[in-house]
Nanobody
Framework: QVQLVESGGGSVQAGGSLRLSCETS????????MGWFRQAPDKKREGVAA???????RYADSAKGRFTISIDNAKTTLNLQMNSLQPDDTAMYYC????????????????????RGRGTQVIVSS
């Protein structure tokens, strides 16, 4: 059974930083696409960042230069370092995974995945 559990959300002031983590279990195989997406009230769901097993990275325009996605050597913990946070970054952040490279074929990160966690809330105040 695949499980993804996010952590690291919280409340920060504009300009601050947060590091989100996603512990994964149950994923198999060497090919994968994993990433983060977010959902804010009254806003469209947005893919934020993604990476695949070939080392390719994808970022939303809103995340470029501020967010960094990474995965640990064991390939079980997905991280998202978020710097220079702004109120527009306020949202529920989810991590997701797909057991294929093709899931990351798009130029921009996905806004949903076959497997996803329950999310972690990020609130940025001005």
């Amino acid at each position: 059974q695949v499980q993804l559990v996010e952590s690291g959300g919280g409340s920060v002031q504009a300009g601050g930083s947060l590091r989100l983590s996603c512990e994964t279990s149950g994923l198999s195989g060497y090919r994968y696409c994993m990433g983060w997406f977010r959902q804010a009230p009254d806003k469209k769901r947005e893919g934020v960042a993604a990476l695949d097993s070939d080392g390719n990275l994808r970022y939303a325009d809103s995340a470029k230069g501020r967010f960094t996605i990474s995965i640990d050597n064991a390939k079980t913990t997905l991280n998202l370092q978020m710097n220079s946070l702004q109120p527009d970054d306020t949202a529920m952040y989810y991590c997701g995974a797909a057991q294929s490279l093709s899931a990351c074929a798009n130029r921009y990160p996905r806004d949903d995945y076959p497997y996803r966690g329950r999310g972690t809330q990020v609130i940025v105040s001005s």
